[in-house]
């Protein structure tokens, strides 16, 4: 196969470009995939191309991306799950050639194995390029109490704040988000979330009388304006997101012990998180790109867009790049 992509290519950590790569021949069981859409993390994406994300070793040039939707062009000899045509997300992507994928996939088109493809029909493709992100959230509303109704706290209002926040109000909980910035928090209101700047928000958490807390920050300060405001014996505490710079600890385990919270920790994503999260999608939920910065389909764009993640100034909670016109 001699296929070329346009894809976002980090040279070293820190410096990018937009730039075309080939594509390796495609396997018996990998599903070449049009990009309409890929969603941008502020977290991970960021790490990635800062060389600090420690979940994975990394090597350079490489492609970021975990999240894109878009059209099943090919597939192998040995794929019956899909069919060229169908609307479509991924998340590994493979066979780069100039590139290592992490996971690959900010790209215009790319190969991706059968078992990272999922069946998107039905939902917009801009809110599927970020399936992942909402996975993330669905992840941790769904170690949530299960009673409809019940008031919970979200802290920060990052990428998985939100997502986990849009993820509780779809379960049916009664939210207050936690964060710093208002550019983030004021367009919550549309979502009926309640939200409280993080400066001045202890009294506010307090009032709330929350059951549960899903911790996206994860450090002293979050941990002292909530933990007391939890029920004794019952509360719960979920802490959601990654730690690229080798943080220890983020609680008082005699804190937690003495007043019987229980603690989860969540991760990662599974085929029966991201098939619920889809299905939510479809349902019209976890509409993350309304929260968005949606690039042009420019390379010039495209370019600002992941600058300003690098340089942690994008002031939305993610992005998502329009790949349709470069493909």
């Known amino acids: 196969m001699d296929q070329q992509s346009l894809a976002v290519t980090v040279t070293a950590p820190g410096k ?11 396997g ?13 993390s502020t977290g ?27 059209i099943v062009e090919a597939i192998g000899s040995q794929v019956s799950e899909f069919s060229i045509g169908q609307e479509v997300v991924a998340t590994t992507s493979s066979g780069i050639v100039e590139a290592s994928p992490a996971w690959g996939g900010h790209c215009s088109l790319a190969i991706s194995p059968c078992d990272e493809v999922y069946d998107a029909t039905g939902i917009d493709a801009k809110r599927a390029s970020l399936f992942i992100s909402a996975q993330v959230g669905f992840n941790a509303a769904s170690r ?15 990428i998985i704040g939100v997502s986990g926040a849009l993820a509780a109000r ?15 928090m004021h367009p919550l ?27 996206t920050v994860q450090n002293d300060e979050a941990f002292a304006n909530y933990v007391d405001a939890l029920p004794t014996e019952s509360g719960v505490i979920i802490f959601s997101g990654h730690s690229p710079d080798g943080v220890k600890n983020w609680a008082s385990m005699e804190l937690m ?19 619920s999260t889809l299905q939510l999608m479809r349902e019209g939920h976890l509409a993350l790109e309304q929260l968005a910065t949606v690039s042009s389909s420019t390379r010039e764009s495209i370019e ?3 600058d300003s993640v690098l340089s942690g100034s994008l002031p939305t909670v993610a992005g998502v790049i329009d790949w349709r016109s470069l493909s």
């Open 16 to 26: 990018l470009q937009i730039e075309e790569v080939n594509l390796a021949d495609l």
């Open 28 to 40: 018996p069981r990998d599903v070449l995939i049009r990009t309409l859409f890929s969603g941008v």
């Open 44 to 70: 991970t994406d960021k790490w990635v191309m800062q060389g600090k994300f420690t979940w994975m070793d990394l090597s350079f040039p490489l492609v970021p991306g975990y999240q894109r939707s878009g």
């Open 144 to 158: 949530l109490p299960n009673d409809r109704g019940e008031r919970i706290v979200v802290f920060g209002d990052g």
């Open 170 to 184: 779809a379960r049916g909980f009664d939210v207050l988000l936690v964060g710093r910035h208002g550019a983030r």
């Open 189 to 215: 209101a549309d979502f009926s979330i309640n939200t409280v700047d993080s400066r001045s928000c202890t009294d506010a958490v307090r009032s709330w009388q929350p059951v549960a807390v899903i911790d």
């Open 257 to 275: 012990q003495k007043r019987e919270l229980t603690a989860s920790f969540v991760s990662g994503w599974t085929p029966s998180r991201i098939r």
């Open 304 to 306: 600002r867009l992941m």
